[in-house]
C-alpha cells in the first residue's frame, strides 16, 4: 500500500521560504514519478513540478519555474520542494502524489496515490 506523507507547511511571510517534504513508502516499483500540486479555496488543483527520482529529471509549470525548485534523497525516499519568494497567491494546500511509470505526468488525473496536503499561509 503506497502512502504519501507531507511536511513543511506553515506561515510565512510575503517573500520567504519554506521545504515542503514528501515522505513515500510501500512503492513495488522503482519507475514511478512525483508530482507536486497545489489547491487553493475555490480553485482547481493547480500542477507545480514532477521530478522522476530515478533520474532527477523534471518538469516545471511555466509559472514554477525560477521560484520552486524539486529534488529528491532516494536513500530516504524522500522528495522535497523548495519554495522561494513566496507571495500571498501562493497560499494553497499543497500536495505530492505518486504516478507509476517513466513519464512526466503534469494532469491530476494520472496519479494514483495522494498525500493529505499540507497548508502553505503566505502571509503580505
Known amino acids: 500500500q503506497v502512502q504519501l506523507v507531507e511536511s513543511g507547511g506553515g506561515l510565512v511571510q510575503a517573500g520567504g521560504s519554506l521545504r515542503l517534504a514528501c515522505a513515500a513508502s510501500g512503492r513495488t516499483s522503482d519507475n514511478y514519478a512525483i508530482g507536486w500540486f497545489r489547491q487553493a479555496p475555490g480553485k482547481e488543483r493547480e500542477f507545480i513540478v514532477v521530478?522522476?527520482?530515478?533520474?532527477?529529471?523534471?518538469v516545471h509549470a511555466d509559472t514554477s519555474k525560477g521560484r520552486f525548485t524539486v529534488s529528491r534523497d532516494n536513500a530516504k525516499n524522500m522528495v522535497y520542494l523548495q519554495t522561494n519568494g513566496l507571495t500571498p497567491e501562493d497560499t494553497a494546500v499543497y500536495y505530492c502524489?505518486?504516478?507509476?511509470?517513466?513519464?512526466?505526468?503534469?494532469?491530476?488525473?494520472?496519479?494514483?496515490?495522494w498525500g493529505q496536503g499540507t497548508q502553505v499561509t503566505v502571509s503580505s
Open positions: 502524489a505518486m504516478a507509476l511509470g517513466i513519464g512526466y505526468p503534469t494532469s491530476s488525473h494520472e496519479y494514483a496515490y
Open positions: 521530478i522522476q527520482p530515478s533520474n532527477g529529471a523534471t
